[in-house]
């Protein structure tokens, strides 16, 4: 790729030189992660490019005249890190009936903060897999606005889910009278509803495919939409051009769901081996939430969540991990989701760390939140982010330390930029 390298850069250059009005940024560091290769690039010289990374130099290389000098002696720069399972509208202080204390707007609104904790964490790309009243479209516009600072969002709005089932509001008794608007009950209801969420702004669906942990009366294992349900919503997502995630627990539903065309498979706590062969065989990602469980079991209780949830969350949380392990090791694709909003937002990177602790490389644990990532996401977003590569968005990070001995350097970072403007920068 060197000549899209020379390319990029003597457009830059040009168009410089032509008194174009492009904003130029140059970052110097230490190093930078290559994260295909695993291998650093010393003494690395970023030019950004009106938000766009235009080359990858090393420092004593020509800089643009008139460009923005940013220098960050000590630090190793990593790309800016992308998690896909997010719920920016939810907080974790409120759990089980304490939500019902606040107004529907009040979710949206504290959105806004927990987005900026999630930029200042070194996330400058979510995908947000859950929202309701579309909030997740909301917040994604008033960012891309430039009203409030916060990472990039691919937003799923409302989850597509079976009566009485995970997604759907089961809290209440039958007096309130409440439902999700996004429960379906048939493969023609499901094509419908892909069609609504897409009209006012998904650009991911996702589904619950079996019960839930944090939901009123079922079992995480419990298949709840049929096969035919879930290839209904996938066919039609595709037909769109926007990828499917599945909230799946239990083997049988996980079996489905893959079998149905289903990208990425989010939790898969109690995957089987037919699950695992399945997933090597049709390319699904597995997007395994492993930390979270250290925060819920330690502060869920005075945060309202019911002891039926917690006992849930005990019962599957180690075998879950330990399927992590499993699933890695036999090759499964794996990307860094994490259910923010479960536990507080800005924590995200403390996955990594379990992710290690459970079999992972440090590279293989960064690589989930980068080019992993990316490629999951498809479209454009293979090619717009998940590296410090030339054409990709200039997003940075920059933490004090070696990432590939010590992956906890990862949750104190030292610098962030998102599309070549600082966001964050620490002594």
């Not at 960064?366 to 990316?374: F, K």
Request: charged share 20%.
């Amino acid at each position: 790729m060197k000549w899209l390298k020379l390319a990029a850069a003597a457009a830059a250059l040009w168009a410089i030189a032509a008194g174009a009005s492009a904003r130029t940024v140059a970052v110097s560091a230490d190093r930078a992660l290559d994260v295909v290769s695993g291998r650093y690039v010393e003494r690395p010289l970023v030019v950004i490019v009106d938000g766009r990374i235009a080359a990858v130099e090393r420092q004593g290389d020509a800089v643009p005249a008139g460009a923005e000098r940013v220098d960050l002696p000590g630090v190793t720069l990593v790309p800016g890190l992308i998690d896909m399972h997010v719920h920016l509208t939810s907080t974790h202080q409120y759990g089980g009936y304490r939500r019902f204390e606040f107004t529907d707007g009040f979710w949206i609104a504290i959105g806004v903060r927990q987005a900026k904790d999630t930029l200042d964490a070194g996330f400058t790309t979510v995908r947000n897999v859950g929202a309701e009243f579309y909030g997740d479209v909301a917040l994604m516009q008033s960012i891309d606005e430039g009203f409030n600072p916060g990472p990039r969002i691919i937003p799923a709005t409302n989850l597509i889910g079976a009566t009485g089932g995970h997604c759907d509001e089961t809290y209440l008794p039958p007096s309130f009278n409440a439902s999700e608007p996004s429960v379906i009950d048939s493969p023609d209801a499901g094509r419908r509803m892909v069609r609504l969420l897409h009209k006012y702004g998904a650009k991911v669906i996702k589904i619950c495919a079996t019960g839930g942990v944090f939901s009123h009366g079922d079992t995480p294992g419990a298949q709840q939409l049929s096969y035919e349900e879930m290839k209904a919503i996938v066919d039609e997502a595709h037909a769109l051009g926007l990828r499917v995630a599945a909230h799946a627990h239990g083997a049988a539903g996980i079996r489905a769901a893959i079998l149905a065309g289903v990208d990425t498979i989010e939790h898969a706590s109690l995957v089987d081996d037919e699950g695992i062969r399945l997933a090597l065989q049709h390319g699904a990602w597995f997007g395994m939430d492993i930390y979270n469980t250290d925060y819920t079991q330690a502060f869920g209780k005075q945060n309202g969540i019911p002891e039926e949830s917690l006992q849930k969350d005990r019962d599957i949380g180690e075998i879950q991990r330990q399927n992590f392990r499993k699933a890695l090791k036999a090759g499964v694709k794996m990307i860094f989701s994490t259910d923010a909003g479960v536990y507080p937002h800005g924590l995200n990177a403390k996955q990594f760390a379990v992710m290690v602790r459970y079999g992972a490389t440090p590279l293989q644990a960064i690589q989930t939140a980068t080019v992993n990532a990316a490629q999951a996401l498809g479209g454009n977003w293979t090619h717009d982010v998940g590296q410090i590569a030339p054409g990709r968005f200039g997003d940075l990070v920059g933490v004090k330390g070696d990432p590939l001995s010590d992956v906890t350097v990862l949750e104190h970072p030292v610098f962030v930029m998102k599309g070549g403007e600082t966001v964050l920068r620490r002594p």
